[in-house]
């Protein structure tokens, strides 16, 4: 009688386990959450929202909501998307159809991360070719790949620059500044750069190009964090809103889905909401 007591208390210890083990893989691999960070310029007239994605490798919707019905929700002026939209060629289509349902009042623009030029099958990769990158982009997303964008919102003026992906060495500099953050006065442009991988400010640094927001991705912020840390390759990089000076900060998104391991830990899914409000 008792070892069938303690036979079915194992069960039960056992079972219990493995709900704790599910809810916090499906909570930290499929909630997706909301991150909104404040930044105050003299450069701002009226507030500006928009909203940062980054890393969706192919993913679309999380257990509490479609991407595209959360984005709408935050109702934001603008979308940047830092690279990386599917894993597989195959998952395309449909990440772009989910981006599609995006309202884009003033637009949304895209920069190529490492996974438009490149797939994986299995644990291998393989690159896709050059020519075709491009074409596999949605028509009403514009592709900033070493290129500038002119946004008017709100009475306001934002200058995006957005680099081809530095992993491969693409990033070319502008023709003239981001910023210049030393100035100010309401006829500079905020500025915004947009990068897939967050070593691009160590290029900037270098040809001291100036920015006021720089935009990245690519770490999925470790993916899988312990002790409040990043591991592996990109551990000496932040994840969120930093703030380097004060009119410049560098801020870099933990991505939507999961490469190489399916799974979370500690580094939640999420979408970034920036609202620039006057000083």
Not at 101 to 120: D, Q
Not at 165 to 194: F, M, T, V
Request: hydrophobic residues 35%.
């Amino acid at each position: 009688m008792e070892n069938g007591e303690n036979m079915s208390l194992g069960i039960a210890i056992a079972m219990t386990i493995a709900v704790i083990i599910i809810i916090l893989y499906v909570y930290n691999t499929w909630w997706i959450e909301i991150s909104p960070y404040e930044i105050r310029s003299d450069l701002v007239k009226r507030p500006v929202l928009f909203v940062h994605l980054s890393d969706l490798h192919g993913m679309t919707a999380g257990i509490n909501g479609r991407i595209s019905r959360l984005v709408t929700q935050i109702d934001p002026d603008f979308v940047v998307v830092t690279g990386d939209l599917a894993t597989r060629t195959q998952q395309l289509p449909r990440v772009m159809d989910e981006i599609s349902r995006i309202p884009h009042r003033n637009g949304i623009y895209f920069v190529p991360g490492n996974y438009e030029r490149e797939e994986s099958i299995g644990w291998r990769k393989r690159p896709i070719a050059e020519s075709d990158y491009l074409s596999r982009i949605g028509q009403h997303i514009t592709v900033l790949d070493n290129r500038a964008a002119e946004i008017q919102c709100n009475g306001n003026s934002i200058h995006l620059y957005g680099f081809d992906n530095s992993i491969y060495g693409n990033e070319r500099l502008p023709d003239s500044p981001c910023a210049n953050s030393k100035e100010s006065s309401l006829e500079i442009p905020y500025s915004i750069g947009l990068a897939h991988c967050p070593s691009i400010i160590k290029y900037l640094e270098e040809h001291r190009i100036d920015f006021h927001l720089l935009l990245a991705g690519h770490t999925h912020g470790g993916q899988i964090r312990l002790f409040g840390k990043t591991w592996g390759s990109y551990r000496h990089y932040p994840i969120g809103l930093s703030r380097l000076s004060a009119n410049r900060y560098f801020g870099i998104h933990r991505g939507l889905g999961t490469v190489k391991l399916p799974i979370r830990l500690n580094c939640r899914p999420e979408i970034v909401v920036y609202r620039l409000v006057p000083a």
